[in-house]
């Protein structure tokens, strides 16, 4: 059992911090929009550690001008906190905040039985926001106990836009000064990458590593009690040096000396804990699409970012993954999904955008078109991509490249990334 006033320095403590954010810069992010603060339903935001999901949290609660209470689970006093001891720390958010009708909770899923918690509240009319980063752990309670009682919210890192936002960058002049500065801005961005605090950060190799370490040790091996603690670090690291790729459990097994099956659980856990986000691959055909998968980081700062990554700056890698995430932020929260496009022999297009069952957009990514044989490549894969998906919405993002291509009786929207990703 925890000490009261264990539990009571913990929440005073918080709340010090808590207050901390009011002094930060902050840029208004596109999910804020999505949290529902007077909602009855339980307002669930996951992602990756260290992405802004507590400070997005806690500026949409203030701005709705919002008094909560506010406990953060995910602090080593409250390591072996239970569930029964959840009304203690209830009666100590009361007694510090006094008769609050909103209660914010970060990392709520660190507390085994949080959901009947979180029942009791709603019940009571407390309207709550929780964050977390372990979509399982998250999803798997609320659509066991919290069915129709909650909305999820999937954060990722900045986008470009609000990178630029927080550098102060214009992203809708067109003089030739501020386009400037956005490729300028840009050209950072697909090096650094979007976690908030890296825009401070001045070891960033530190940073990234440490960050990585904490999700695999503390938010996969322990949780999961990994018994292959060195194997599942090492594929874990391998996977983020090699992707985006498409995963052969095979010959992912035979490398590490594993099973299949232990090889596709340990897969799992990454993209539950965000460190990897998977892609299936477009078929009409249920069964052909939960084979091939293909995974990305959560973010381009963890492909050569960690120490020991060894990995070269793969320019082309790493927009194709800023493309993905930024289609993932515009699309999932409207209910549409997002694919890959390849033909048996070979012949491929980065992305399809679905909804429903119809395919509305197509997307190639590719850094660098100069060489005539690459654009032929990029457009052979939109053209058959779009001839299969009987799809005419094409579209080829580039490092610069500005052009209309028209190439079958089709017209290829060729646009450069820095302002593609601004468009939304």
Known sequence: MIDKRVIEQVVQEQKLELEGYAQEEYCTRREETLVDVDSKRAQVVVGVRRSGKSVLCYHVLRKHEKDFAYVNFDDERFLNLKAEELNDVLEVLYKEYGDFKYLFMDEAQNVEGWHLFVNRLLRQRIHVLITGSNAKLLSGEL??????????????????????????????????????????????????????ELLTERSKRSYVTAL?????????????????????????????????????????????????????????????????????????????????EKVYPVDVALMDGRVDAMAGANLGWRLE????????????????????????????????VCQDNHVIEIYQVCYDISKESTLKREVRGLLTASKATTCDNLFLIT?????????????????????????H
């Not at 493309?323 to 033909?343: A, H, Q, S």
């Not at 490092?399 to 468009?423: F, S």
């Open 143 to 196: 659509a066991t106990h919290l069915t129709g009682r909650n909305d999820q919210i999937e954060l990722f890192p900045l986008s470009f836009s609000e990178y630029c936002e927080c550098k102060h960058v214009d992203t809708t002049s067109l003089t030739t000064k501020a386009e400037a500065f956005r490729r300028a801005t840009y050209d950072e961005y697909l090096q650094q990458g979007g976690f908030p």
């Open 321 to 352: 993954t800023q493309v993905f995430l930024e289609l993932l932020r515009r699309n999932r929260p409207i209910g549409r999904d997002i694919f890959y496009f390849r033909e048996r022999n070979g012949v491929e297009a980065d992305f399809v």
């Open 212 to 292: 990585v370490r904490e999700i695999i040790d503390k938010d996969l091996i322990k949780r999961f009690n990994i018994k292959n603690v060195r194997t599942f670090q090492q594929l874990s690291n391998h996977l983020m040096n090699v992707a985006p790729v498409v995963l052969n459990l095979k010959d992912l097994s035979e490398q590490f000396d594993l099973s299949s099956v232990t090889i596709g659980s340990y897969i799992e856990h990454l993209k539950q804990a965000y460190l990897l986000v998977g892609l299936q691959k477009y078929s009409v055909k249920s069964r052909l699409r939960v084979r091939n």
């Open 399 to 423: 490092d610069h490249a500005r052009q209309t291509i028209m190439e079958g009786g089709k017209v290829i929207k060729v646009i450069p990334a820095y302002e593609w990703l601004c468009n």
